[in-house]
């Protein structure tokens, strides 16, 4: 029923997108992508298992920036092509189907493009929105992939215990932000560093944080995590990279952890920097892992239902900066790379 369906609707719309126009060197800026007028059938292909998507919203996320950029070596994620469409994460309807496990009218999250419309040829990797009663947006950040690396990233890679002292960078940012708030829920301190008094303010009164500091006003970030951690740190939630990763070396505990999630000082830099203070991670006998959120996958059902739990309760705060309109994408990811935005950043393509 669903491919009959599909095969009926032969109507053409207009269907804007956002390209990359070239590949970016240092820091990106918004001409640097493009918006521009396209075409989109709202069929799939005759006896194909296809999906297309009307895309509602998209997420604005810091791995997205590595994309941009031209590699010699393969990453985990492949580049974008200049000239061709970007793609992230986001919260799509299903407008036709050849698939018989997704019928119009179904919301999904998963991988998508920057587009108004995306036609999706293999749909196995998108996943129906179970709790249609939370805000559709919550599953580009607290629902979504920044939540559930905030999940796996603090409870399986870190491995937290109570009374531990966590120290959580980019703290008000989509991760860092349920980061701080679940270690609150394990019994344990937690200081986070932004890049604002504004992040910084929001962090102490609506995240919960025992403390928080802003490193742009801080001239000797070792003294400054030798004052809120005066015992040291046991776990390290990883966002930045950089200087702030060798004062924490020297401000770990003994069998200290250290989850590393992303290193965003890292991203714009044409030579990345190195890292002093290693030893630290020998005699103090620290562990020191990064982690892909979709070696994870597999606990989304888990997470999800717990994070519904925590949302509904009101037991997890969650903020989202969001910008009306695909014509402000762009803007809306070069701020998120510029660190302006609060809390979790994404682009509303349209509303239902």
């Known amino acids: 029923m669903a491919a009959a369906a599909a095969a009926a609707g032969t109507e053409e719309v207009p269907n804007r997108r956002v390209i990359l126009k070239r590949h970016v060197t240092g820091f990106p800026a918004e001409d640097d992508m493009e918006v521009v007028a396209g075409a989109a059938r709202l069929a799939v292909p005759p006896g194909s298992a296809a999906v297309v998507l009307k895309n509602l919203y998209l997420s604005c996320d810091p791995y997205m920036r590595g994309r941009m950029s031209k590699h010699d070596r393969p990453s985990y994620v492949p580049d974008f092509v200049p000239g061709e ?9 299903v ?32 996943s129906k929105i179970n709790h249609p009663e939370m805000p559709l947006s919550y599953y580009t950040g607290a629902l979504g992939m920044p939540g559930l690396s905030a999940y796996a990233g603090f409870y399986d890679v870190a491995k937290p215990k109570k009374g531990d002292y966590v120290f959580v960078s980019a703290a008000a940012g989509a991760v860092g932000q349920i980061v701080g708030q679940l270690a609150k829920f394990t019994g344990c301190y937690v200081v986070g560093s ?5 992040k910084v303010n929001l962090l102490k009164t609506k995240f919960g944080f025992d403390e928080a500091f802003n490193y742009k006003k801080e001239q000797d970030l070792n003294a400054a995590l030798q004052r809120y951690f005066p015992e040291g740190i046991d776990i390290y939630f990883e966002n930045v990279g950089g200087t702030m990763l060798e ?12 989850t590393v999630c992303g290193m965003i000082s890292q991203y714009n830099l044409e030579q ?4 002093r203070n290693l030893l630290s991670l020998i005699t103090k006998r620290v562990r020191m892992e990064g982690f892909l959120v979709s070696d994870y996958l597999g606990e989304y059902h888990r997470f999800e239902e717990e994070m519904v739990s925590y949302l509904k309760d009101a037991k997890i705060a969650y903020v989202e900066d969001v910008a009306e309109g695909l014509e402000n994408a762009p803007a809306a990811l070069i701020g998120l790379f510029a660190g302006r935005n609060v809390g979790k950043q994404l682009v509303a393509v349209t509303r239902e």
């Open 85 to 93: 469409v970007l793609a992230g994460h986001g919260v799509s309807k």
């Open 194 to 198: 932004a890049g604002s008094d504004e």
């Open 247 to 258: 004062a924490v070396l020297l401000n770990m505990r003994v069998h200290g952890r250290i």
């Open 95 to 126: 407008v036709a189907s050849g698939h018989p496990d997704f019928k119009v009218g179904d919301h999904v999250w998963g991988i998508t493009g920057w587009e108004e419309y995306t036609l999706i040829p293999n749909p196995g990797s998108l």
């Open 272 to 275: 990345p920097e190195g890292v």
